[in-house]
């Protein structure tokens, strides 16, 4: 498993990849920043971390896939994915391997948006309970999306159709939330609870306030569990079909 | 010892490989022949534990693929079809990510991919992205991957495919040194090749084997007599009065008039017949003193053999029916077959 997840790593990293879509989120961080400090106003000069984490949630969209896309699509595609099976690894150590590499560059990526907070404790003050439960959310929320990027580059060999699959169905998982709310949803409340339930949106809002519900990282992690685990299945079950 | 037992393989509904069975010696190399779409890939990805069966059994070194994947895979070395490597990386790192999946101990990596990198002569493009390496250095390092922690058993997809015929020699002189400690099996739709490297040979057409045996077997089985090339200087008639008295001549095929008193003689000999009677027409020749020039039994062309093998007609399901041809014997088969509906008709009428 940790000889997948160097190799993972160096791809990522031996590579420009892992840079320039750290660069991609620090640029967007920053935009989002200064628009936070653009609308400071007098007499208070306030503004929320996590607020910035909400706004950057909704272009982060667009990076997840970017990041998963290769993950098993470019294995098929060139043929690397028979020197995998072909050794002495169990598929579940390769899934994990490649997983943990993922979420490293996420790390990597959270870790340089680390930079404003420490600029705004130079320069002001900063409430860190609530930035610390922002940051554990915006984990939380990455890693799942991780999870379903993954799944989604096993079903394909072509990376780029991972990558535009992956935004459709984190861009459902955005609009869930106000799709649930809408007149039509509410005629029918427990269909909307349902719908709510899948919501990830509002779930990071609670971290974003400094809440860390039990309830919420159930959902995250029994989220990243299925994902993992219909990733197996749906390696298993192509060397079966397979033609 | 590797034994397959009964593989099969359905693409669908569409069946690859037929019931397959054959085992591979240790220290053997076993060639596995047959044309383009034979059904080659498919039962040797299924051998190296990448597809999962329809049916049957494969046994490595005691270890079953299907139910003990992980212990069969450690005495496997695989190279397939096309070299499973990674273009965005450098050679180096290649080979030390592949001795970690294959888990050799991080203190012994370094020489292995050492060793590996000398023996296939890569170590002078160690440092180049595989990406820009050419299709021949690319299979190399394919080829360094599948040998990377000395596994007993070789599986080796058509390896000498897109290389110079300098680099075909390298690689084939290297397939049969590996025979010293390791068991080898070697597909290839190149006879000439199979005959040079292969201890024994598995055909293999539509699915279905052909035949399992020594190449020699095979032309002897296969190809009938053997031709007798004699060029000689002197006397013709005298020459052809010798040659044709004999033993073991069947015939003189042809004779070509070469200019300066130099003829050819083409002489079929009988079944069975070989050195002993070329020395006979050597030493009757000199004796007689006509000097020889060129002399040489000319085997069968095994070309001829191969496209003869797969022709045959889809029926014939293995060795044995080969054999049966040959040699007719009585068929217990067809004895059992005749039992077994009797003994269900009795049932029936019960």
Redesign the interface.
């Known amino acids: 498993m ?3 997840y ?2 993972e790593l ?2 990522f990293f ?2 420009p990849f892992a840079y320039v879509i750290t660069a991609l989120f620090i640029f967007l961080f920053t935009y989002m920043f200064n628009a936070a400090l653009g609308d400071l106003k007098q007499p208070i000069l306030q503004f929320t971390f996590p607020d910035i984490f909400y706004n950057v949630i909704f272009f982060f969209i667009f990076l997840i896939p970017i990041l998963t896309m290769r993950t098993f699509a470019d294995e098929r595609k ?13 598929v579940i150590q390769i899934i994990l391997g490649k997983y943990l590499a993922n979420l490293t560059v996420f790390l990597f990526m959270i870790a340089g948006s680390a930079l404003f907070p420490i600029f705004t404790y130079l320069h002001g003050t900063l409430i860190m309970n609530q930035l610390i439960c922002a940051y554990i959310g915006f984990f939380a929320w990455g890693a799942m999306f991780i999870a379903i990027g993954m799944l989604i580059s096993s079903f394909t060999e072509n990376s780029i159709i991972a990558a535009v699959i992956g935004e459709i169905i984190m861009f459902a998982f955005m609009f869930i939330d106000d799709f649930s709310r809408t007149d039509f949803i509410m005629q029918f409340p427990k269909l909307q609870s349902v719908l709510y339930a899948f919501a990830a949106q509002p779930r990071f809002a609670y971290f974003s306030q400094g809440f860390i519900r039990l309830s919420d990282l159930v959902f995250f992690a029994s989220t990243i569990i299925i994902c993992l685990s219909w990733n197996y299945i749906a390696i298993e079950r192509r ?2 079909k ?2 | 010892m590797i034994t397959i037992e009964k593989l099969t393989k359905y693409y669908g509904t569409n069946r690859a490989v037929n019931n397959i069975s054959f085992t591979i010696n240790d220290n053997e190399i076993l060639g596995f022949l047959g044309p383009n779409g034979a059904g080659k890939s498919t039962t040797m990805n299924m051998i190296a534990g990448y597809l999962p069966m329809s049916a049957g059994k494969v046994t490595i070194y005691g270890s079953d693929i299907s139910k003990a994947p992980v212990a069969a895979k450690k005495n496997i070395g695989y190279l397939p079809e096309i070299p499973p490597v990674y273009p965005d990386m450098r050679v180096r790192e290649y080979l030390s990510f592949c001795a970690g999946l294959k888990r050799i101990r991080s203190a012994e990596r370094k020489d292995e991919i050492a060793r590996v990198m000398k023996l296939l002569k890569i170590e002078d493009v160690q440092d180049k992205l595989i990406k820009n390496l050419s299709k021949g250095y690319k299979q190399r390092v394919g080829f360094a991957q599948a040998l990377l922690g000395n596994p007993k058993f070789l599986i080796l997809d058509e390896p000498t495919v897109g290389l110079d015929p300098n680099q075909v020699i390298e690689v084939r002189n290297i397939i049969k040194d590996l025979k010293k400690d390791h068991s080898v099996i070697f597909s290839s739709h190149i006879l000439s090749e199979v005959s040079a490297v292969c201890d024994r040979v598995v055909i293999i057409n539509k699915g279905d084997i052909k035949a399992v045996d020594t190449i020699e077997n095979l032309e002897k089985k296969l190809g009938g007599s053997l031709t007798l090339r004699i060029k000689i200087k002197g006397d013709r008639t005298k020459a052809s009065n010798i040659i044709e008295l004999t033993d073991g001549v069947q015939e003189i095929v042809s004779i070509d008039a070469e200019g300066n008193d130099f003829y050819a003689f083409a002489v079929k000999l009988k079944e069975g017949a070989g050195d002993d009677t070329k020395n006979n027409i050597m030493a009757e020749l000199i004796k007689h003193g006509i000097q020889i020039s060129e002399i040489y039994t000319e085997k069968p062309d095994l070309e001829a053999v191969f496209v003869d093998m797969i022709n045959r007609s889809s029926k014939n399901n293995g060795l044995l029916d080969l054999l049966d041809e040959i040699e007719p014997v009585d068929e217990p088969e067809t004895e059992s077959d005749e039992e077994s509906a009797a003994d269900e008709e009795k049932e029936d009428k019960e």
């Open positions: 940790f000889s997948v160097k190799k160096q791809s031996y590579t060139f043929g690397t994915e028979v020197l995998l099976m072909t050794s002495p690894v169990s060397r079966w397979r033609g």
